[in-house]
Each structure stands twice: as C-alpha cells, then as structure tokens.
C-alpha cells in the first residue's frame, strides 16, 4: 500500500535537491502548481501518465517515488539515470504508422539497424545523388516554447528539401535526429508526425531516424532537430550555374516570411520588447507572422526540373539574397539586381522598424521577401514566370552581365509599400 505522507516527504526532499520551487516543477511537468503542493503533503498521488516525467526531472526512479524513498542496496540503472528503455521502446512502436509510405524504393520500416532503400533509377543514364542535413535553428526554441512543435518539423523538412532542388534534384528520403532531455511521448509522437507530414508533401518519405534521449546534456524539455535528406538527379541535368549567360533574367519567387533565418536577432528584439508579439502584422499577431513555416518550393518546381531554360537556382537562406546568390554566378558574370523591384513583407517591415535596422543589416540577414531566386534565358522568362505564378508569387528583379562582383546591388528596397 503507498504511504502518501512518505512519498511526498521523498518528493519534497528530491525537488529541493534539484533546487527547483513547486512552481518550476509544476511548469516542466505540465501540471498545476497546486498539484505538486498536493503530492508533497501527502493528500494526493502523481498520476501513471505524470509519474515518469516526475522521476527524470527529479533524477531518480518510478519505484523510488512510489517506495517514498530509495531501496537499500538498490543498484545503478538506466531508469537512474534519465533514461526508461521500456518507455521509449513504447514511443518508438508509437512511431510506426509515420514511417508508413507507398514508395517501393523503401524496403524496411521501423525496427531494423538502418533503413534501406533500392537505388536503380532505369530512366536515369548517370543519376546523381544529392544530400544535405539541415537543421531549423533558433526558431526551433521560440517553436518549443510557444506551441508550434508541429510547425517546426515543416520548417525543417521544407528548408531541406529546398536546398537539394536548387540542384535539379528531386527529394527521395529523409533521416531524422531528435535529441532531448527527455522523452515526453506526445511531443515525440508530435514531432515525429509533423516531420512525416512534411515530407509526404514534398513527396518523399521519412524512411527512419534517432531519438537520442541524454538528461546530463540537454535540459528537460529542451529538442533539437535535426534532418539529412537524399535526392536524385540526372548527370547532366544538374543545374550548378555554369549555363548562365550574359542577359539572362534574375527572377524573385516570394516568401512567406521569415522561413528559417534571423531567428537571434528576433529573439534578441523581442527580450528587449516582449510586447511586440502580440502587436498586430498584416492582420495577425507578430509571433504568429514570426513562426510561418518555410515556404516549400518543390512543388512549384518539379514542372521546371530539366527544363534547358533554367540556367541556375538560389535558395535564400543565412546571408541574404547577395550572400546566396553569388554562390551560382560564375566568375566573371555578375548579378546586378535592382532593389526597388523586390516586394519586402510587412513583417519585414515591422521587424525594420521596431528595431532601427540599417537596410543592409536587413538584406544580410533576412530574405526580405524573396525566398528563392531563378536564372532564366531571357526569351523564356515570361513562360517561367507564369509557370512559377500558378503557386507563388514570382517577378523580375534583375538581370546578369559582365563583372566582377557576383552580385551587384543597386536603387533601394521600398519599405513604405
């Protein structure tokens, strides 16, 4: 039988060691304050769905708590530790059914050491394959700390896939990392569905992954996602830059906001203006502008995949339009883009001015708008234009010629629009 006052004897004791109030417990947990208030005087018991959760944040074991106190000459265990095999054994089954795909290329599911995939492309006469691991940054803590666990999976799996089709390739399959302090089974199972979702939209499959649970290193409650993300393409439909031209057409495909980038210095200008969040951007909320997933380009994309008119792509990530579009302009040819075209977002705007931010500093570290950027052969703009315009906004910003400098910047960006 449990003696409720020697548990909560036990539980106070525990929490103080851990130098936690009922208060901070309570908000890791998810409970009440008064819930915690009454398990340490005994009046009422931690429930089954509470108690694991209870025992990692106090360091001890499910059977300590219940005993009221450690069993003499009970032996060092993973459980001890942080960790409870048989509970993340339960999550991992819980996984199943989003690992579920109808591609027949996957040939396991979930269970096996690694994941295996059938790479025979016999339309392909030399295929390429393309990877790249991604992460979501800063934003994934302001998604963690106010409600958008799901929202972050697309935000990572669109970036991913974004960045390998700016290649000509097409998405195959993804491995995801989900590293925590510990393993509370509805984020687990949250994440994990928010990142099969995504990938289902980008039409390729989450074929596996790691849930690495490690309470020394992460704080509870504390994720870290992380992804890597095969692909496949045709040799010579590679698109890398070297077929722009002289005269080609730089054409701006807009975002949505903020996508995966600027996330520290948003943090920052929100600790030094936490008001702002609920001030009002183009009709809702700043965090809600702020926490928009990364636009996901593939779709709109695919139809131009080996088309001989796209002579190179930019994926506007980290360093801004400039910083990511040299990276495809060969040497020798330059960029030169009129800033008064590209369309800024209010957000954009409002972040500006909130923060007085010179107008370089904006275009270094935020997209400004444009979240993807195509070269084209300039008697086939127009087609690529309305092509690109059946799913996002797409328009003309410049322009490549002779130079040295890979991009060229010129006019400014119109913040009164």
Not at 96 to 106: A, E, I, N
Not at 157 to 181: F, K, S, T
Not at 341 to 361: H, M, N, T, V
Request: glycine fraction near 10%; charged fraction near 20%.
């Amino acid at each position: 039988m449990l003696d409720g006052a020697k548990m909560g004897r036990f539980l106070a004791a525990k929490r103080k060691e851990a130098k936690m109030t009922q208060q901070q417990l309570a908000e890791r947990l998810h409970v009440s304050f008064q819930a915690v208030s009454k398990w340490e005087s005994g009046a009422t018991y931690p429930s089954l769905e509470t108690l694991h959760d209870l025992a990692v944040a106090l360091h001890v074991s499910a059977d300590d708590i219940l005993a009221g106190g450690h069993k003499a000459g009970e032996a060092l265990s993973y459980s001890k530790a942080g960790v409870d095999i048989a509970y993340t054994d339960s999550i991992k089954q819980a996984m199943t059914g989003y690992l579920q795909t109808p591609d027949r290329r996957v040939l396991n599911g979930l269970g096996p050491f690694a994941a295996l995939y059938d790479i025979q492309f016999p339309s392909m006469e030399e295929p390429v394959l393309a990877l790249k691991s991604e992460e979501p940054g800063s934003k994934q803590k302001l998604a963690m700390e106010y409600g958008f666990t799901e929202s972050i999976c697309y935000d990572m799996i669109n970036h991913l896939v974004n960045d390998i089709v700016v290649m000509g390739a097409r998405p195959l399959a993804v491995l995801d990392c989900i590293v925590c302090g510990n393993a509370e089974k509805d984020t687990i199972q949250t994440l994990v569905r928010g990142i099969a979702d995504a990938c289902r939209q980008n039409e390729c499959s989450l074929v596996g992954g790691e849930t690495s649970i490690q309470p020394a290193v992460v704080a509870p409650g504390t994720y870290v996602l992380t992804s890597s993300i095969v692909g496949i393409v045709e040799r010579k439909k590679i698109v890398d830059g070297s077929a722009i031209r002289p005269g080609d057409a730089v054409l701006a495909v807009a975002s949505n906001g903020l996508h995966t980038n600027g996330y520290s210095l948003v943090r920052l200008l929100m600790e030094l203006m936490p008001q702002i969040k609920l001030d009002r951007v183009d009709g809702i909320t700043f965090l809600e502008q702020i926490m928009k997933p990364h636009t996901a380009y593939y779709k709109g994309l695919k139809g131009l995949l080996g088309d001989s008119a796209l002579h190179g792509m930019a994926h506007i990530t980290g360093g801004g339009l400039a910083g990511n579009l040299s990276r495809v302009i060969p040497a020798g040819l330059s960029a030169q883009i009129d800033l008064s075209k590209i369309r800024p977002l209010p957000i954009f705007r409002a972040i500006k001015e909130y923060g007085s931010i010179e107008e370089d500093e904006m275009l270094r570290t935020f997209n400004c708008g444009v979240g993807f950027v195509l070269v084209v052969a300039p008697q086939e703009k127009r087609r690529v234009m309305e092509h690109m315009e059946a799913w996002y906004p797409c328009y003309e910003i410049g322009r490549i010629a002779e130079g040295e400098a890979a991009v060229q910047c010129f006019n400014r960006l119109d913040w009164v629009q």
